[in-house]
């Protein structure tokens, strides 16, 4: 059984961070990646972040580079979203996702596996 657990949103003034956690659980064997999802009201789901866990190489959407991090600690089976710099655009609900996914890693079908989502809010 997989388990995805997203903690650590909140709301933060623009240029501020957060860091999103993912309890993970049972996903090893059933997936390849791991990656963060977000959707904002009236918007489509877009990937923001993800890693392949065979090879640890990771990815992030245009939107969020050199501002996002993506990391994992297998010794608490957490997977982790540094976000730095945010937007008020960055303001949506954040996935926790699981699958067995192709390349690039942001086709939301691909993932069998969803947390809750853990809200974000950036004001200006």
């Known amino acids: 059984q997989v388990q995805l657990v997203e903690s650590g949103g909140g709301s933060v003034q623009a240029g501020g961070s957060l860091r999103l956690s993912c309890a993970a659980s049972?996903?090893?064997?059933?997936?390849?990646?791991l990656g963060w999802f977000r959707q904002a009201p009236g918007k489509e789901r877009e990937g923001v972040a993800a890693?392949?866990?065979?090879?640890?190489?990771?990815y992030y959407a245009d939107s969020v580079k050199g501002r996002f991090t993506i990391s994992q600690d297998n010794a608490k089976n957490t997977v982790y979203l540094q976000m730095n710099s945010l937007k008020p655009e960055d303001t949506a609900m954040y996935y926790c996702?699981?699958?067995?996914?192709?390349?690039?890693?942001?086709?939301?079908?691909?993932?069998?596996?969803w947390g809750q989502g853990t809200q974000v809010t950036v004001s200006s």
């Open positions: 890693f392949y866990t065979a090879t640890d190489s990771t």
């Open positions: 049972g996903y090893t064997s059933r997936s390849n990646c």
């Open positions: 996702a699981a699958g067995w996914v192709g390349y690039p890693p942001f086709k939301h079908h691909e993932y069998n596996y």
